[in-house]
């Protein structure tokens, strides 16, 4: 298996792709210019906003959920209007949003953190069925928020601790009990951001400065990497006619100008075909 180049803009922090199952259009963010992403039959697509957006849910056909610093939008597609649902962290200048992902019951999880990784400053919430609940908290880079197939529990990490978190779902979808290590990655040196779970309880963790993203069983085994271009791997999304296409975004912050010259492809979104069967994103429901 081999990356190709899905989008050759180069992202300053690209982040949370997402496959939209009923448009087959794959979504992204370049962070820090406050950009939506995308690409059709016709090439690349983009939309701007005041602030930094980052993570994303399907709502419908023309519609997503879409994470700001310092709200949630409901933001439709076709003409490019925005409306707040509900404010996030709205009145903490230090920190804006980062890694999220809709969960099985159609709630939306989002994790915020300081603007310049200020310790423990973020947190992560979910919204469901209209209203934001905080979950956890003193988090200084959220990521790696997915969930099992079956439901029973929900994956995380704070970046800078190398250590993701496993939490127990209710049959509602709300923590139970407190999380739990997963996958301690410290003494590999590696560093876990975004991350998705495909159909076989496989965990997918884009690895920050590894260039690759690395598959664990259920039980936290190494299983294998693909390796992409980019070495700031930032976050996976399956996606494509089959699911089996795992696209991966990229990041060039934090590298030096001689690494991430214009010619290099630190920054741009790849795809890896046949990687294995991926799952929807989940609808949030509003």
């Known amino acids: ?29 370049d962070i820090m210019r406050h950009r939506l992403l995308s690409r059709d039959a016709n090439g690349p697509l983009g939309w701007r906003f005041d602030e930094p957006v980052s993570a994303a849910g399907w709502v419908d056909t023309d519609t997503l959920l879409i994470a700001s610093a310092s709200a949630l939008w409901r933001f439709d597609l076709a003409d490019g209007r925005k409306t707040q649902l509900c404010a996030l962290e709205q009145d903490n200048p230090v920190t804006r949003s980062n890694d999220g992902r809709a969960d099985p019951w159609g709630g939306f999880w989002i994790g915020t953190m300081g603007r310049t990784a200020e310790p423990q400053a973020g947190a992560i919430y979910r919204f469901y069925k209209g209203k934001l609940h905080r979950l956890f908290g003193e988090i200084t880079i959220t990521n790696a928020i997915c969930f099992a197939p079956d439901h029973s529990c929900a994956y995380f990490t704070d970046t800078s601790t190398q250590k993701v978190m496993r939490v127990v779902l209710d049959r509602d979808g709300w923590p139970e009990g407190a999380p739990v290590v997963f996958l301690d990655l410290s003494d590999d040196g590696l560093n876990p951001d975004g991350a998705v779970v495909a159909e076989d309880s496989t965990i997918w963790i884009a690895q920050w400065g590894a260039a690759r993203v690395a598959a664990y069983a259920p039980d936290g085994a190494f299983l294998h990497a693909v390796d992409v271009p980019g070495v700031h791997a930032t976050c996976p999304a399956f996606g494509g006619a089959d699911f089996r296409t795992l696209y991966v975004t990229s990041a060039r912050q934090g590298l030096s100008a001689d690494v991430a010259h214009d010619q290099s492809p630190h920054g741009q979104t790849f795809a890896v075909h046949g990687v294995t069967e991926g799952r929807p994103e989940p609808r949030v429901i509003l």
């Not at 298996?1 to 992204?28: K, N």
């Open 1 to 29: 298996m081999s990356a190709e180049v899905f989008d050759d803009r180069r992202c300053i922090l690209g982040e949370g792709p997402l496959w939209h199952p009923e448009r087959s259009q794959l979504f992204w963010f």
